[in-house]
């Protein structure tokens, strides 16, 4: 089934840290292989019956592709579709967003399309793009407007997971879509590589919006151990994974996550290349409520010292972390 190829796509990439959009295997369509076959591939039917629909990344199909697909009735049993690194640009999102033979689309991934901020306002601007739970616009230019206009989208009512990686967000952005209603059934948003700064961080910490978040993605995000502190502060107990990769957060940003009890749901935690030392490691090592957390520290400056205070931590991890409310009972 395709909803279980995007499931093992999409925990592969929820660390946030990958920058290349690949489409699941079992939808990918082999034997498209140039714009011109596109039209033996329709002619021939073969879009009758077909759920998924994949276009190998730099075909390069354009905004007359998208206009060809979006016209044809064959075309309404369709509830995946990878148009990835395509060149659609605004015009081919303005014919995807006003396709009524794409209403059932439930997965979309448009990485890499040049859409900006006027293809992500065409596309928050459809009527017929509702169902979707799935939407990829990674590496698009995509700026705080762009951001803004999907925030306040029914397009996103039904959204789980939005990846926004490589755009332009600012903090602007990430306030929108932190404080976005029509964003209450989100379980991962992918933020990485957009340059939110500690503003944007403390504007995703500011709201209690977002409650079923389960992924958050900030890797490469400009962020330092400022947005730690700031984001320490917010009880998101549904969160499980969390990925901060490429920040120069240092070991006061390890600091501030180990003393984020509210952190204790955590199953991933992701530090790649954040500057920590042996101190930052002793820190997160003696956390009780990381006990369980598996945390990815390559790439940092990490001696002897910290690695054993890593190592007996795995080999005996800290005891759970005591409530406040059973701290105050005992």
């Known amino acids: 089934m395709w909803r279980d190829a995007v499931g093992e796509w999409w925990a592969r990439l929820s660390g946030g840290e990958r920058s290349e959009p690949e489409a699941p295997a079992s939808i990918a369509l082999d034997a498209v292989v140039d714009v011109p076959s596109l039209r033996a591939f ?3 039917g073969n879009l009758r019956g077909r759920s998924a629909l ?14 060809e697909l979006a016209l044809r009735p064959d075309a309404a049993s369709l509830e995946a579709l990878c148009l990835a690194e395509d060149r659609l640009g605004v015009h081919g999102a303005r014919a995807l967003a006003g396709s ?6 439930a997965w979309l991934d448009l990485s890499g399309n040049q859409l900006g901020d006027a293809g992500a306002r065409a596309l928050a601007e459809s009527t017929e793009l509702l169902q979707l739970t799935t939407l990829n616009l990674a590496g698009n230019g995509i700026g705080d407007a762009g951001a803004c206009a999907l925030a306040h989208s029914k397009l996103c009512a039904h959204l789980k997971v939005l990846r926004l990686s490589g755009n332009h967000l600012g903090p602007a952005g990430a306030r ?6 029509a964003l209450a059934q989100l379980e991962a948003l992918d933020l990485s590589g957009n340059p939110l700064g500690d503003e944007g961080a403390r504007a995703l910490a500011a709201t209690a919006a977002l409650p079923a978040l389960r992924t958050l993605s900030l890797g490469r995000a400009q962020l330092t151990s400022q947005a730690l502190w700031a984001l ?4 998101r107990p549904a969160l499980t994974a969390l990925g901060l990769a490429c920040n120069p957060l240092g070991d ?20 790649t290349r954040t500057g920590l030392g042996d101190e930052g490691a002793r820190a997160l090592a003696a956390a009780p409520q990381l006990g369980a957390t598996r945390i990815e520290l390559r790439g940092n400056r990490i001696g002897a010292a910290g690695l054993g205070a890593i190592e007996d931590r795995n ?4 005891a759970p972390a005591t409530s406040g409310a059973q701290a105050a009972s005992g």
Request: charged share 20%; hydrophobic share 55%.
């Open 54 to 67: 994949a276009l190998p990344c730099r075909r390069y199909a354009g905004a007359r592709f998208a206009h």
């Open 100 to 105: 009524a033979s794409l209403a059932r689309l």
């Open 232 to 235: 320490a502060g917010v009880d």
């Open 42 to 44: 329709f002619a021939a």
């Open 315 to 318: 080999r005996e991890p800290p």
């Open 252 to 271: 006061d940003g390890a600091r501030a996550l180990a003393a984020a009890a509210a952190l204790s749901a955590l199953v991933t935690l992701n530090l």
């Open 176 to 181: 929108a879509l932190a404080e976005s209603p």
